[in-house]
């Protein structure tokens, strides 16, 4: 596995909630959904494409290593419909769809790729090897490859959030074994790694302890260990409704939600609870959505 592909899957290997440990506390899972990458695509999981201009030959090349990274990033999946007759234009920074009726739906982004340049260039480069009294000249090949393509994207609410963005991927390939072709090959996967590694949201792994003081929170509070936070958070919810002024059931369902990634739900329900408790693993939750929702803010201000 190349140090591109292997560095994505460190980054974003899926982090079960498996565990409980002393004192309540267990690894908290957030869904990625919900803390956005650097151009969040919103809700969508799928990156569908319509349209693609450039060079046949490089156009096929581009979509396959598309293809592979985004099923390697475990969050995405992809389809090709380029060949169904759907044309994407644009004028500005904002796409529109021939024929207007072909929208995405919600959980979907049309792409539109256009192939602007893939090339190799071989420079060969001499270099004085001193050995004793000896001189002697060497003479060491280099393939510098580049691969450039623009991206535009248009979802289900008629946004265009990458617009004509464009992603340069550059290699300088040098050794005996070296050859055009992998120059090439690892431009192109350079520059679509930038680009999968825009739109794929992250992972985040805290430690949080639960409030296990009562026997009846039991099944719900299994269910955020083993990762099954919506499931948690129905249950909570109906205790919610049912004991009110319950500081321990109001807490955890605010640990459920932050594990969904709905952090701005979160904060009310901890603010509740630590008005009602003044346990200091209650204010150090509170403080760390907090800051997860800080951070959601800026990743999505920087898209506006």
Known sequence: MNRVYAFRMGALVVLFAMGSVLGGCFHLKKKASLVPARYSLGEAKKLVLVSATGQSKLKQDMIQELSKQLQLSKWWSFEN???????MRWSGDQATMMPAYQTPRQEEVFVHLDVRRWEVEKVTKEKEVVEGESRRIL????????????????????????ARKQYVGT??????????????????????????????????????????SRNDTAQATMAIKKGKFDQASDILEQM?????????????????L????????????????????????????????????KDVERRLAMVR
């Open 81 to 87: 419909r380029v060949k169904q007759g759907v044309e």
């Open 139 to 162: 003479k060491e090949v280099h393939y510098l490859g580049k691969a450039v393509f623009g991206v535009t994207t248009y979802d289900a609410r008629r946004r265009s959030i990458l």
């Open 171 to 212: 290699i300088n390939l040098e050794g005996a074994q070296a050859t055009r072709d992998q120059a090439r090959n690892l431009a192109l996967r350079e520059a679509v790694d930038q680009l999968v590694r825009d739109i794929t949201p992250t992972y985040f792994l805290d430690t949080v302890r639960l409030d296990e």
């Open 240 to 256: 919610v409704a049912t004991y009110p002024k319950r500081s321990d059931v109001i807490y955890n369902l605010a640990v459920a």
């Open 258 to 293: 932050e594990g969904l990634g709905k952090f701005s739900d979160a904060m009310p329900l901890y603010d509740r609870a630590v008005q009602m408790n003044k346990a200091s693993y209650y204010r150090d939750a509170r403080a760390r959505c907090a800051r997860r929702l």
